[in-house]
Antibody
């Protein structure tokens, strides 16, 4: 059974940093690209960042470019999101998702975790 | 990148068919066949229903089908059931190597 478990969310002041982690199991982690998608009541779903299976291809939404950094550790079956200079508008539920298109380009979000809540206030 | 446009709500009676539209531009829906659809029940994570415009993942009912014409993609749910109620989102890959989601559609079974 595929499982994606996010951790590291919490309450943080504007301008501070937070690091999200996602532990993956039940599939061959390095066969998949991975993404972070966030959701807010007001703005719906928003793609945040994606990373290819070998970390060679990385992309960011304009809203987080220069502030957030995605990374992965295939040996630990883990995905990360380092979030710096957080803003009030970054408040959201952050989902970790897996993408069977290993390049992370032109893929889709096959499996989702339950999300980690980040509140910037 | 602006969100893809979906109707805010669509409703239908049990057994009927409904269609949800997802309108983008020549920079996303219109240029790539990388459109996918997600169903979300309250308090739950989204679930993949359709990918690459019209492909269904294993385990998803064949009552769900997808199509695309020009800059607009569509999700059709036939034989509407009470469990189909929820929010539905489309998404597309874009020419700037990002992904854009739709505004979301609330489906109500009357």
């Amino acid at each position: 059974e595929v499982q994606l478990v996010e951790s590291g969310g919490g309450l943080v002041q504007p301008g501070r940093s937070l690091r999200l982690s996602c532990a993956a199991s039940g599939f061959i982690f390095d066969d998949y690209a991975m993404h972070w998608v966030r959701q807010t009541p007001g703005r719906g779903l928003e793609w945040v960042s994606g990373i290819s299976w070998n970390s060679a291809t990385i992309g960011y939404a304009d809203s987080v470019k220069g502030r957030f950094t995605i990374s992965r550790d295939n040996a630990r079956n883990s995905l990360y999101l380092q979030m710096n200079t957080l803003r009030v508008e970054d408040t959201a539920l952050y989902y970790c998702t897996s993408d069977p298109n290993s390049s992370s380009r032109g893929g889709h979000f096959a499996y989702w975790g339950q999300g980690a809540l980040v509140t910037v206030s | 990148q602006s969100a893809l446009t979906q109707p805010a709500s669509v409703s239908g009676s049990p057994g009927q068919s409904i269609t949800i539209s997802c309108t983008g531009t020549i920079s996303d829906v219109g240029v790539y066949n990388f459109v996918s659809w997600y169903q979300q029940h309250p308090g739950k994570a989204p679930k993949l229903m359709i990918y690459d415009v019209s492909d269904r993942p294993s385990g998803v009912s064949n009552r769900f089908s997808g199509s695309k014409s020009g800059n607009t993609a569509s999700l059709t749910i036939s034989g509407l059931q009470s469990d189909d109620e929820g929010d539905y989102y489309c998404t597309s890959y874009t020419t700037t190597y990002t992904y854009v989601f739709g505004t979301g559609t609330k489906v109500t079974v009357l």
